[in-house]
């Protein structure tokens, strides 16, 4: 058992642990979201449109998380703002802004003296988040979760029958803005686990590998969140034995339990087939 409890003896691997799987966790609630209202590029535009809002902040001398969640946020209300009544559509306004604000990031990442100054928020490094980073993503992760427990009804409903939720007095302009801050807030958390570039696979990923084991959304979330949970600790683990970057190695894992419910899937088709 020495190979599992070995890398528990240091402190920057317990939080590391407890951090991407905080992070895992509440992107693969929400992802599950994303998954049923066809969301999916939304995760990646949001986690490149953060990118402009790290570099003011790293700059200044600012906090990183703020200009990251100000440039997020913006973000979503963006794109939220182009497609209501449906004047553009949204893949085309999460194109513009998600092509915009990442030239925008990497402009201002020209006039710095080094790129590897920055590397660390494309590519992110959960070995080196800190406890204060730790209880800071762990809040964000406890709001948003909160949020989605007590609006659940609202948020089923209008992903499900938008039409039906207007007609009993739901907005879904409303809930969706609200789900397009929550996964702005999600993915900004996620950008120091795993960086600009991996976050948006933790969104998609363990939430689509349980979309082909289950139909009903509760379940769904709770087999995402293992998954997630579970790429988290597996990916860690073979970045600490084989020293490979651990935000890539955390989404890898994810990837193949992906593979792996695909196959159970197809199989279970066949044998109802």
């Not at 049923?36 to 590029?41: E, H, P, Q």
């Not at 703002?81 to 020209?110: K, N, Q, V």
């Not at 948006?200 to 949970?229: D, F």
């Amino acid at each position: 058992m020495g190979w599992l409890t070995d890398p528990l003896a240091y402190d920057f691997m317990r939080t590391a642990l407890l951090t991407a799987v905080v992070v895992g966790v509440s992107t693969a609630v929400l992802g599950a979201y994303v998954v049923l209202r066809r969301m999916a590029f939304i995760g990646d535009a949001l986690a490149h449109t953060a990118l402009p809002g790290l570099v003011v902040a790293y700059l200044n001398g600012w906090s990183l998380f703020g200009g990251a969640v100000v440039a997020g946020v913006a973000t979503a209300l963006g794109i939220g703002w182009l497609t209501r009544r449906e004047a553009l559509r949204e893949d085309t306004a999460i194109g513009i802004l998600f092509t915009g604000m990442f030239a925008l990031g990497i402009l201002l990442i020209s006039r710095t003296r080094s790129f590897r100054d920055l590397t660390h928020m494309l590519f992110g490094n959960v070995l080196s988040v800190t406890g204060q980073d730790l209880r800071l993503t762990a809040a964000v992760a406890a709001l948003v979760l909160l949020c989605l427990l007590l609006f659940a009804k609202e948020l089923e409903l209008a992903s499900v029958d938008p039409g039906h939720a207007a007609a009993i007095g739901v907005s879904p302009d409303l809930v969706r803005y609200g789900l397009l801050v929550l996964l702005a807030l999600t993915v900004v958390v996620g950008i120091k686990a795993v960086g600009v570039v991996l976050v948006s696979a933790l969104l998609i990923t363990p939430a689509a590998a349980a979309g082909l084991l289950t139909a009903r959304l509760a379940l769904m979330m709770l087999v995402a969140a293992g998954i997630a949970a579970g790429a988290a600790v597996g990916g860690l683990y073979l970045s600490y034995y084989y020293e490979v970057a651990s935000g890539a190695a955390i989404v890898l894992v994810a990837t193949g339990w992906f593979l792996l419910a695909w196959v159970a899937h197809q199989v279970r088709r066949r044998g109802t087939g």
